[in-house]
């Protein structure tokens, strides 16, 4: 059958693509949850969450059915606060850090209480903010992701019109574009954005992208500060051969089509390779196999010990029945009339450390052929270096260069994000959002 | 294994776990099923002239989402014909006549209505009798119930009354709505009692319906005080058994302890401090006459243990640890002891210390985990560390004394000794 869409029926769709993380069922058994938490002081599980959400406050508020405090003490350090307690790896950051870990005992359900929570705030459309009296001051933001709208959202709190430029037809960036269907639904990433903007002043102009529509020169004009928060997007190359082969694709490009086409509508192989052991190559590899894929290989250079995503991620994909191969790095995609039909992988082996600790894969000179019919990359994303290099910022290998202030090298311009830091959580952005407002706040001379 | 045969005033009971006189043991149905599962005895129901209940009766106060740590209540005595109960009671002696079966009493307050109901209850063959001047909603208000026990005179003529008639022991059960259960408690002895039982329930209000402005629980739009009970009593009621044990009169009669007794470490304790039997209503009111199992397992394992073969051997034990303040000595001095390996970072001693007690605890930042160390010289051993503490065994007070001698504050002050200087 090779590459084939439409390989489901749509109940098997819908059931693959179900949410992975049920909320709770009731207020009964959040309470139970609620009521286990020890309302720590100073606790590890705020300082795990890069926005630093009060949990022990939020959850205490559940506790006393004031779930509407809960929802703004959250939203307060993280207006993203609902879309990340699907999406955030909280085994390495809240729950991770949570008490009863220490004590061997299950740690708190911290994503599932705030979802619980953030869930009720969306479907009562809570307004829980309202803006100071306008100051009169505009700023531009580029980019509707998690950094751009946590940016404005502040902003717009501080009595500043803000108008956001998004190139796609939808805002909410990674959260809606790269992130796997079953974790969160295109539809409340669309809710969660309306429900960001709803605070009012907040302008999104779609279809804008930097460097085609708009330039930072002209933007400058307008408006009295600039936002740059327009992520990484270019799928990292292999440079290898055969990389141009049909069946060869991204993983941003296939879970980009997988959101914005539907499930029926994206072609997968019978045997797919997929390259790296990110969130993203998790996210790709399960889709790949819920969308009808027999086999799936996962290739990873290095072991267990050093694989960027968490356990629990990889458990997912073991779960959905992927494969993973340690200690593989692809050599060659071979085809045969123009489509995929095999990767050749070198056999790696870790190196000594080095002066940092850390040991480098280096090829033990064996291979070996995998038969696949597709092959996604998910070997990480590159920054948008032509484009921040024509609009004339500072930049290394594309980041853009910021100081303490989240200022770039042109006055009055910000940035944070994905665009700085190379390629981050959803709940990184949102505080690297947080910071520019504050930093914008600061030369507007507001706060 | 154990003894945990109980005999009290000669009403013989298997064990010392009583029903309360309360919703439980208001007739056959329930009375049966209970000395069924195990229950030592019963104390059945208050008889009185008949009345007539409202709806709602019942409200509680949760914790922390555990559901009934106070209960409340606003039913008055068996709403039942007298005739059909002692009828009951009779049929009950016949079917169990291994159990203690007492018999609630509240007649109307006059000597003729109080012989007249003795009479019959005697008639039934029940071993005992119990004086309710305890009740603190709808009966007070016609003059009965807490309202007798409120009044050590009023309750001294009543008892006296019911001593000139009664053949069987009488066991006068007193009301905690008092500034103490003493002077009742004293009178009540004088004027004959055989015994006594504390606590009835305490007046309460358990709470207001935040949506509709109503306390509950609720009637029609309106709520009275109702007599409150459960878990959340037990230390008040531990107290009250306390003054009882240890006044000169009230000591020389048998107390059968009651209050928020839900497990045999409750019952246990009641006993250290003077019962001979206990008394339960909320524990079954929550989870049925099943508990009655581990109450007796419990108790019998703890005895084992503790090398206690019979009830006897530990009833009153604990009574003369509780001493005044004054007697207490002031060398004697503890310091908290944080264990490192147990503990989890949470915080909770640190800010209890640090807000409300000495701020005798150091926190050391770490991200994410703190670490909390006590400054010893600052502690003043007054336990708040270790009550928070989640962990087990994780905080420890360790003695330190201030001096070697028992020093209470009566010799401090006359030696004039130094008050801390800050």
Not at chain 1, 248 to 269: C, L
Not at chain 1, 303 to 309: A, K, L, S, V, Y
Request: charged share 20%; net charge negative; glycine share 8%.
């Amino acid at each position: 059958m090779a590459i084939a869409n439409n390989r489901l029926s749509a109940e098997a769709y819908e059931q693959h693509f179900s949410d992975i993380h049920p909320p709770f069922e009731n207020r009964e058994a959040a309470l139970v949850e609620a009521n286990r938490c020890l309302f720590c002081y100073d606790a590890p599980c705020i300082k795990s969450c890069p926005t630093s959400i009060n949990v022990p406050k939020f959850i205490k508020q559940i506790a006393t059915d004031n779930v509407k405090g809960a929802a703004h003490t959250i939203f307060l350090s993280n207006i993203m606060g609902g879309g990340c307690s699907k999406v955030c790896p909280v085994e390495k950051l809240c729950e991770g850090a949570c008490v009863y870990n220490l004590m061997h005992e299950t740690p708190i359900h911290i994503a599932k209480l705030q979802r619980y929570a953030t869930d009720k705030a969306l479907e009562g459309q809570w307004q829980l903010f309202t803006r100071k009296p306008a100051t009169g001051k505009k700023v531009a933001v580029i980019g509707a992701g998690p950094a751009g709208l946590s940016c404005a959202h502040v902003l717009s709190r501080e009595g500043i019109d803000v108008t956001i430029y998004e190139k796609e037809a939808k805002g909410g960036g990674l959260m809606t574009y790269g992130i796997a269907a079953y974790k969160v639904t295109p539809a409340y990433c669309e809710a969660e954005v309306d429900y960001i903007t709803s605070l009012g002043g907040i302008q999104i102009l779609y279809n804008q992208e930097l460097g085609r529509d708009i330039t930072l020169a002209a933007l400058q004009q307008t408006y009295d500060a600039v936002y740059i928060g327009i992520g990484v997007g270019i799928a990292r190359q292999l440079e290898i051969p055969g990389e141009t082969l049909a069946g060869v694709t991204d993983a941003i490009g296939f879970i980009y089509d997988i959101r914005s086409k539907g499930y029926p509508a994206v072609p997968v192989g019978d045997k797919v390779a997929v390259i790296g052991l990110g969130m993203t190559a998790i996210d790709a590899a399960t889709q790949a196999k819920r969308l009808g894929a027999k086999e799936v290989t996962i290739i990873y250079r290095r072991t267990q010990e050093e694989m960027p995503c968490t356990t629990a991620e990889l458990d997912l994909a073991k779960l959905d029945g992927c494969q993973v191969q340690w200690l593989a790095a692809p050599k060659e995609i071979k085809g045969q009339n123009g489509q995929v039909s095999q990767l050749l992988c070198d056999v790696m082996q870790l190196s000594a450390p080095d002066a940092s600790g850390r040991r480098s894969p280096i090829p033990t000179g064996n291979t070996f052929t995998l038969e696949v019919d597709m092959v996604i990359k998910a070997a990480g994303q590159t920054p948008f270096e032509m484009l921040v290099q024509q609009e004339q910022l500072a930049h290394r290998h594309g980041r853009i260069l910021i100081n303490e202030h989240c200022a770039t090298n042109i006055p009055g311009v910000f940035a944070g994000g994905d665009c700085v830091n190379g390629g981050k959580e959803v709940v990184d952005a949102v505080q690297a959002g947080k910071d520019g407002a504050a930093a914008i706040l600061k030369f507007l001379s507001i706060q | 294994m154990a003894d945990l045969t109980t005999n009290f005033l000669g009403i013989r009971s298997p064990n010392p776990f009583w029903l309360a006189s309360a919703p439980p043991t208001d007739k056959l149905l329930n009375v049966q099923r209970a000395l069924e599962a195990g229950w030592g005895g019963v104390v059945w129901k208050t008889l009185g002239a008949q009345i007539k209940n409202v709806s709602s009766r019942y409200s509680a106060v949760d914790y922390n989402n555990q559901r009934v740590m106070g209960f409340n209540n606003i039913e008055l005595i068996s709403d039942r014909p007298l005739e059909l109960n002692l009828r009951e009671i009779r049929e009950c002696l016949r079917l169990f006549p291994d159990r203690a079966m007492i018999v609630s009493l509240m007649a109307d307050n006059d000597r003729a209505s109080w012989h007249e109901m003795i009479a019959k209850v005697e008639d039934t063959g029940a071993h005992g009798i119990e004086l309710n001047f305890g009740c603190p909603h709808g009966m007070n208000e016609r003059g009965m119930g807490s309202a007798v026990g409120q009044d050590p005179e009023i309750a001294r003529m009543v008892v006296e009354w019911v001593m000139e008639k009664a053949t069987i022991p009488v066991i006068t059960k007193l009301t905690p709505n008092v500034h103490s259960v003493v002077p009742t408690g004293k009178a009540v002895v004088q004027a004959g009692t055989n015994a006594l039982s504390l606590i009835n329930t305490i007046q309460s209000v358990t709470g207001i319906d935040l949506d509709t402005l109503i306390p509950n629980p609720n009637v029609a739009g309106h709520s009275a005080f109702g007599g409150y009970c459960g878990p959340a009593v037990k230390p008040i009621a531990l107290k009250m058994l306390t003054t009882i044990s240890q006044d000169p009169v009230t000591s020389r009669v048998p107390v059968s302890g009651i209050g928020g007794i839900s497990t045999w470490k409750d019952a246990a304790e009641f006993m250290l401090l003077g019962a001979t039997s206990v008394q339960v209503c909320t524990a079954v009111m929550k989870y049925g006459f099943r508990i009655i199992e581990d109450l007796c397992e419990g108790l019998s394992n703890w005895m084992d243990e503790k090398g206690f073969a019979t009830i006897y051997d530990f009833i009153g034990k604990s009574v003369p640890a509780i001493t005044k303040w004054e007697a207490l000595d002031i060398n004697y001095h503890i310091i908290a002891n944080i264990n490192q390996d147990k503990c989890v970072h949470c915080g909770l001693c640190y800010i209890a210390c640090e807000d409300t007690s000495h701020q005798s605890i150091a926190l050391s930042y770490g991200k994410p985990y703190n670490t909390y160390t006590v400054k010893t010289e600052e502690c003043v051993g007054c336990n708040l560390c270790k009550l928070v503490c989640p962990v087990e065994d994780c905080i420890t007070m360790e003695e330190h004394r201030k001096g070697d001698e028992y020093l209470n504050w009566t010799e401090y002050q006359k030696r004039g000794l130094p008050l801390n200087d800050h």
